[in-house]
């Protein structure tokens, strides 16, 4: 199904782009204890014109936070977010030119929605705020119809006037996807776009967002659990551990010949990426049981994070952090047994 950007054929400079970027979180806990969530840290990942990334992670792993990043939710403590080239801060002037160039996708479509408005308004909506909404309502009607024909959602008439909870969750997920391309977005960030919907929908929602990315020449960020749907869909695979990206590159490279020990056992421990979105073949990772359990981010593991968990950790593992090492292949992996 991936259908890779030719590298020739991107721009240099990448559409969105994380450098460096760094999140903490203050909390108070009992007594007033101050501490720190280092919930995202040192991350490098880009993103350009007409390439779909995934970055796949167990719960927890920070891929959520650094979604929330780059859709300018948040704040980095350290690096910067680039939008073609330009480092973007929230609450700032370019901050609204940002928001109508990325758009976020969230994992419940019903709570992306107004309940009470019918799809027309929720979309007209979308136009009007962001400049893009005719003059008058027959023209803002054709809009909308042709927003719900670019999403399946055919015969777009019968869609305009149902209520959400009058729509299927996919029917829902394609609204919400519509909502976006109102924007006219260059960038689609998806958090778990698919984990809500029914398994026998799941394979036209992958369908429909490669082809947005086709017709439309927009770039997906589609963060997600599930390493077959990430296969599926993706040119790149960027792994998270523990608020770090620990592997990344070209997906094939990536599932065929994983380098770093925790990409493998996420591939031990998934589904046969082959038995891609069965009913039967379940999509979370779960390595806990035979390998403990996450990390705390408050106090991370010093040196490489994984160390307590990795099969193959070395003494220095737990003193030092490890190399980044490039592969021709492209995958950047960091651990020592590669430096
Ligand atoms: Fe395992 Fe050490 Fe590599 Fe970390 S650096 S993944 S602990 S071998």
Redesign the pocket.
Known sequence: MTTAVPAQARELVPVLEAVGVSRHFDVTRGLGRHQVVRAVENVHLTLHRGEIVALVGESGSGKTTLARLLALFHGATAGEIRLNGTAVQPDTKAARAYHSAVQMIFQDPFGSLNPQRRVRHNLERALRLHGHAAASKSERRLQVLDLLEKVNLAPAGQFIDKLPHELSGGQRQRVVIARALAVRPSVLIGDEPISMLDVSIRLDMLNLLARLRDEEGLSLLYITHDIASARYLADRIHVMYAGQV?ESGPTEDVIQHPK???TKLLLDSSPDPERLLSPDAGSAFDITSSQGEPPSLITPPS?????P??????A???QVA?PRVTFPSGQEV?????A
Do not use: I, K, S
């Open positions: 620990v770093h020990p925790y040196g490489c994070r994984f160390h968990r990795c099969p193959l950790a070395h220095e593992c737990g490890p960091d651990c020592v047994l590669h």
